[in-house]
């Protein structure tokens, strides 16, 4: 199936550390998401963006939807050792008869070292 | 107000056998999404239903289907099960309204097991 481009794959930091990843696509979409996918657990949204050029923050994560409305970004500011997890980019597209198409990118997998 | 209930929580079938899982939408939701999560390949989608009818499906083998139940609920099901469906399966419902309209709230998953 089709997915997005998302680097890192997988990151340790030290706790206190801030984090970046991203997600890049060949395709440009209308709304880009980013969920974060606890062990056992299904992911949670943290982000929404729906604007390209829009940064938009939740505590300490900051997302941006990049202005060619083909890439995006995360940051975790003073990383601590709960935000471990997988973190997912998602794009979203929405056609003409309503349906909205989401992708996913293969995740990056954050460790936080105390 | 209850999320997006999945069950069972883990399920172990043997090669050739079917699985069934479930899903309960958060409450008002009438959109439920499913989607395969296999050990490094992210979310693959599967199947969308609204309103009782299949509106999309992903690139997969037919013997993956489902349904939607009057009651929005949905029930995946899997026949002929391949040592390659061991994956995590997600099920996500679709806020119709509110500030996180448009957005899917997923369950915690049923991980399936094929020997």
């Known amino acids: 199936g089709q997915q997005l481009n998302q680097s890192p794959q997988s990151m340790f930091i030290q706790e206190g550390e801030d984090v970046s990843m991203n997600c890049t696509s060949s395709s440009i979409f209308n709304t880009w998401l980013w969920y974060k996918q606890d062990p056992g657990e299904g992911p949670v949204l943290l982000i929404a963006l729906y604007k390209a050029g829009e940064l938009t923050s939740n505590g300490r994560l900051t997302a941006q939807f990049g202005i060619t409305r083909k890439d995006s970004f995360l940051n975790i500011s003073a990383s601590i050792p709960s935000d471990v997890g997988i973190y997912f980019c998602?794009?979203?597209?929405?056609?003409?008869?309503?349906?909205?198409?989401?992708?996913f990118g293969i995740g990056t997998k954050l460790q936080v070292i105390p | 107000e209850a999320g997006v209930t999945q069950s069972p929580t883990h399920l172990i079938k043997t090669r050739g056998q079917q699985a069934t899982l479930r899903c309960s939408p958060i409450?008002?939701?009438?959109?439920v999404y499913w989607y395969q999560q296999a050990l490094g390949l992210g979310l693959q989608f599967l199947l969308w239903y609204d309103e009782g009818e299949e509106r999309n499906r992903g690139n997969f083998p037919p013997r993956f289907s489902g349904r939607q139940f009057p009651n929005y609920s949905s029930e995946l099901n899997v026949n002929a099960l391949e040592l390659e469906d061991s994956a995590l399966y997600l099920c996500?419902?679709?806020?119709?309204?509110?500030?996180?309209?448009?957005?899917?709230?997923f369950g915690e998953g049923s991980r399936l097991t094929v020997l």
């Open positions: 996500a419902s679709r806020a119709i309204s509110g500030i996180a309209a448009g957005e899917l709230f």
């Open positions: 998602a794009g979203r597209l929405m056609n003409s008869g309503g349906y909205q198409k989401v992708t």
């Open positions: 409450s008002g939701h009438t959109s």
